[in-house]
T-cell receptor
Framework: AQSVTQLGSHVSVSEGALVLLRCNYS??????LFWYVQYPNQGLQLLLKYTSAATLVKGINGFEAEFKKSETSFHLTKPSAHMSDAAEYFC????????????FGQGTILTVHP | GAVVSQHPSRVICKSGTSVKIECRSL??????MFWYRQFPKQSLMLMATSNEGSKATYEQGVEKDKFLINHASLTLSTLTVTSAHPEDSSFYICSARETRRSRDLQPGTDTQYFGPGTRLTVL
């Protein structure tokens, strides 16, 4: 079975500062990894996904993530935080044999202050 | 982009009644839809996988007789919470995976598009 651990349930940054949200996964087979963002009372929006191509994945809104197999990590970064980035972020994993079933991490709430 | 809608967005019901939640893919066909449950300040937990024209597959610990799923068309899946109780109060979210016909695509990599969620409160 697959699992995801997001380190830090809350992250707070200043506007313009680097955003780093941590995600570590566990999987016995090659994983597919995803980052989703959830705004209050809304569904999830895909930011980016890793599907065994390039290890550095660029997504929407200036976010990117790097797949590091040796560290079993898929951390999400953004060079400069905007106020509009404040939301909850979820890392998720799926594997080929699960046919798209996603296993989510616990989520990280990102707060951006002026 | 692909849009998934859910109806209703909020529902309050009395204990013992049944509630139906609809999930629709508005501009694409979805052979597979997923139903999740999210408790306050917790992550999404997959409840079941809904496949058009066949029975849903439920995750371990999810009562299939309590959470009835019907996926009658390529754009609609419904979740009915039967005989609801206060502990069923939660945020229910569906997602839809776009149906594609390429042999090269790996199912695990298909993007899932999420609905906005339905807040169920059982009194």
């Amino acid at each position: 079975a697959q699992s995801v651990t997001q380190l830090g349930s809350h992250v707070s940054v200043s506007e313009g500062a680097l955003v780093l949200l941590r995600c570590n996964y566990s999987s016995s087979v090659p994983p597919y990894l995803f980052w989703y963002v959830q705004y209050p009372n809304q569904g999830l929006q895909l930011l980016l996904k890793y599907t065994s191509a390039a290890t550095l994945v660029k997504g929407i809104n200036g976010f990117e993530a790097e797949f590091k197999k040796s560290e079993t990590s898929f951390h999400l970064t953004k060079p400069s935080a905007h106020m509009s980035d404040a939301a909850e972020y979820f890392c998720a994993v799926s594997v080929l044999v699960s046919y798209g079933k996603l296993t989510f991490g616990q989520g990280t709430i990102l707060t951006v202050h002026p | 982009g692909a849009v998934v809608s859910q109806h209703p967005s909020r529902v309050i019901c009395k204990s013992g009644t049944s509630v139906k939640i609809e999930c629709r893919s508005l501009d694409f066909q979805a052979t597979t839809m997923f139903w999740y449950r999210q408790f306050p300040k917790q992550s999404l937990m997959l409840m079941a996988t809904s496949n058009e024209g066949s029975k849903a597959t439920y995750e371990q610990g999810v009562e299939k007789d309590k959470f009835l799923i019907n996926h009658a068309s390529l754009t609609l899946s419904t979740l009915t919470v039967t005989s609801a109780h206060p502990e069923d109060s939660s945020f229910y979210i569906c997602s839809a995976r776009e149906t594609r016909r390429s042999r090269d695509l790996q199912p695990g990599t298909d993007t899932q598009y999420f609905g906005p969620g339905t807040r169920l409160t059982v009194l």
